[in-house]
C-alpha cells in the first residue's frame, strides 16, 4: 500500500523560503513513476507545482519555475519541496503525490504565509 | 500551457439523478486526462484516468468518456455522498499538468 505523508512548518514569514517534506512508504522514489507537488489556496482549486521522474528529471510550473526547487532523498524515501520568497499569495493546503493522475496523495498540509 | 475549462461551475442535481459535467481543453489531449473527486478538509480523490478507465474501488456509476479536447464525466445516479467539487487535470502537455477549475455538484 503506496501511502504519502507531508510534514513541515504550519506558519511561514514573508520573503522567507517554505520547505516541506514527503514521506513515502510502500513504494520507492526509484520506480518508474513521477512523484509531485500540488496546492490549493483557501476556497480556490489545485494548482499544479512540479514534480520529478524516479530518472531524477524534474519539471516545475512556469509561473514557479525561479522560486521553486524539488529534491529527493532516495535513503530516506522523501522527498522535498522548496519555495522562496514567499508571500500571502502562497498561503494553501500542499499535497505531495504520486503522478499522473493516480490515487496516491499524501492528505495535505495547510501552509500560512503571515509576519 | 493548456488551458482547461470545465463547466457548469455550479450543478444542482436531486439525488438519483444524472449529473453530466464537461471538460474542455484549449488544444488536444488525447486521452490523458483525469477526473478527481474533493470534500471538504479531504485530498482530491482520483474517480477515472486515461479519460474513461475508472481507478480502483470506484463505483460504476461513474463514467468518463471524450477524447482529444472534449470530456465528460457523468454520475449515473447520485448518492448522497457523491456530492463534491470535480477537477480534470490533463497530463499530455506539460508543464505544468493543468487542473480545471473545478465543478461543484451541489444538492438541488
Known amino acids: 500500500q503506496v501511502q504519502l505523508q507531508e510534514s513541515g512548518p504550519g506558519l511561514v514569514k514573508p520573503s522567507e523560503t517554505l520547505s516541506l517534506t514527503c514521506s513515502v512508504s510502500?513504494?520507492?522514489?526509484?520506480?518508474?513513476?513521477?512523484w509531485g507537488w500540488i496546492r490549493q489556496p483557501p476556497g480556490k482549486g489545485l494548482e499544479w507545482i512540479g514534480n520529478?521522474?524516479?530518472?531524477?528529471?524534474?519539471n516545475y510550473s512556469p509561473s514557479l519555475k525561479n522560486r521553486v526547487t524539488i529534491s529527493r532523498d532516495l535513503s530516506k524515501n522523501t522527498f522535498s519541496l522548496k519555495l522562496s520568497s514567499v508571500t500571502a499569495a502562497d498561503t494553501a493546503v500542499y499535497y505531495c503525490?504520486?503522478?499522473?493522475?493516480?490515487?496516491?496523495w499524501g492528505q495535505g498540509i495547510q501552509v500560512t504565509v503571515s509576519s | 500551457e493548456i488551458v482547461l475549462t470545465q463547466s457548469p461551475a455550479t450543478l444542482s442535481v436531486s439525488p438519483g439523478d444524472r449529473a453530466t459535467l464537461s471538460c474542455r481543453a484549449s488544444q488536444s489531449v488525447r486521452s490523458n486526462l483525469g477526473w478527481f473527486q474533493q470534500k471538504p478538509g479531504q485530498a482530491p480523490r482520483l474517480l477515472i484516468y486515461?479519460?474513461?478507465t475508472r481507478a480502483t474501488g470506484i463505483p460504476a456509476r461513474f463514467s468518463g468518456s471524450g477524447s482529444g479536447t472534449e470530456f465528460t464525466l457523468t454520475i449515473s445516479s447520485l448518492q448522497a455522498e457523491d456530492f463534491a467539487v470535480y477537477y480534470c487535470?490533463?497530463?499530455?502537455?506539460?508543464?505544468?499538468?493543468?487542473f480545471g477549475e473545478g465543478t461543484k455538484v451541489e444538492i438541488k
Open positions: 486515461g479519460a474513461s
Open positions: 510502500g513504494h520507492s522514489l526509484t520506480g518508474p513513476y513521477y
Open positions: 520529478f521522474h524516479h530518472s531524477g528529471n524534474t
Open positions: 487535470q490533463q497530463y499530455n502537455n506539460w508543464p505544468p499538468w493543468t
Open positions: 503525490a504520486r503522478e499522473p493522475a493516480t490515487g496516491y
